[in-house]
């Protein structure tokens, strides 16, 4: 595409992201599955030196550990991830309460997931794979019979191709990976594209220049005007794409004036590591996703398949629990069809707060915050407004509501609901 001097904060859509219908669904969405699976996988995060001693590492293996790259693509010779269930997967993302699924077709190691026909570096031409199968294909065609959007992380930095490093040949892997992007956007038609790897090229230095990140932003818009992109397209982030992505937290909303996605592991890992048993709790998943919501921010959180492409029994354990609450007697409420409530009150240090159309507001109370009977929580407001009437959901408790201080009071008048968070549903009158 032509260049085209692209300032710090430059989106190369033609519409305003907060209110197009373009990124509609992804406002809407609030919860999404992110996949971690590639030829890192086989490792199943551990790698056995020649000398006997192991290093531990999940997507980053090759580097972390220093894996020769002959070994490496040994390794990806052996790889068959023939329990790849894409059915499955789409069914546990549907059954938590996902609405979108976000899988690695390339991470930095450059080995693509689908047969590309750029390189044979893939997982067609490049594995012990059945050769009739097409696991982006298989997600998509899941992915679109439940209901579930399908997109695509991409690494601009690439481990693996020899042209990357160089800038004389820099020009001819830019030319091949946006072929690859074309492949992708053709053949399989994702609704959003997730590039990373802006961050740092390190070949000796970042080679992704700003312009090169617009360029390929109006590239790719080009190629599909409805594609919700990411802000890791250009060189430290200085072209914003449609969204931004802090990660590993939750921050205020919004982000730079931008709409935002936080991106999260269960574990430790992003990538598939035997080792790392370290796993959040639902509890933990639920409290994360009404904070996130809450500051009208995305919740993207990470499965990593094993080599043989089988999400973690800890993993859709959770995934199921947290399915449950949300679909409990209309917990899910208090999440999707939300946006922010940071303008109307103060975030509690007792949950979140969430806003629906003018009316309604879901304070999602943790539950080691639940007050002892007789005691309220205190809820500040910003501006000015009415509370109506106020109820707990999934219970027949009521919410006693005074006006107090800088806000009002809610005394419940019993327990909480069993799991995460129990949800005080408040009908206001807004200010004018
Ligand atoms: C990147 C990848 O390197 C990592 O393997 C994983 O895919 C993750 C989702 O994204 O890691 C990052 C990217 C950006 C930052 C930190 C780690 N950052 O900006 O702080």
Known sequence: GPASAAGPGTNHATDDPFTSSRTAWFRDAKFGMFIHFGAYSQYEGEYTRPDGTVC????????????????????ARQFNPSAFDAQAIVSAAKNAGQKYIVITSKHHDGYAMWPTKQNTWNLRDH??????????????????????KLGFYYSIWDWHDPDFPNADTFPKYR?????QLKELIDNYD????????????????????????????????????GLVINNRVGKRRVVD??????????????????????CMTLNNSWGYAKHDTDWKTATTVVQNLLDISGRSGNYLLNVGPDKLGRVPAASLDRLDDVGRWLSTAGQG?????????????????????????????????????????GQALHLTAKVPFTVNSARVLNSSGTVTVTKAGDGFDLKPSGGPVDGAASVIELSITPPS
Request: proline residues 8%.
């Open 190 to 225: 994702p609704a959003l594209l997730w590039f990373d790897g802006e961050w740092d090229t390190d070949n000796p230095v970042n080679r992704w220049s700003r312009q090169d990140g617009a360029e390929l932003e109006t590239y790719l818009r080009g190629l599909d005007p």
């Open 333 to 373: 409420s208090a999440v999707y069809g939300t946006g922010g409530a940071t303008g109307l009150v103060a975030d509690p240090a007792w949950g979140a707060v969430a806003r629906k159309g003018h009316a309604k507001l879901y304070a999602s109370v943790f539950t080691p915050s639940w007050p002892a009977a």
């Open 241 to 262: 794409g449609d969204y931004g992505t802090p990660e590993q937290t939750i921050p205020g909303a919004p982000v730079d004036g931008q709409l935002w996605e936080s």
């Open 127 to 148: 594995s012990s794979f059945s050769p009739d199968r097409d696991i982006l294909a298989e997600l998509k065609t899941a992915a679109d019979a439940q209901g579930i």
């Open 175 to 179: 030319t091949r990976m946006y072929a």
């Open 56 to 75: 531990r590492n999940a997507e980053w293996i090759k580097r972390s550990c220093a894996i020769p790259t002959a070994a490496y693509e040994t390794a």
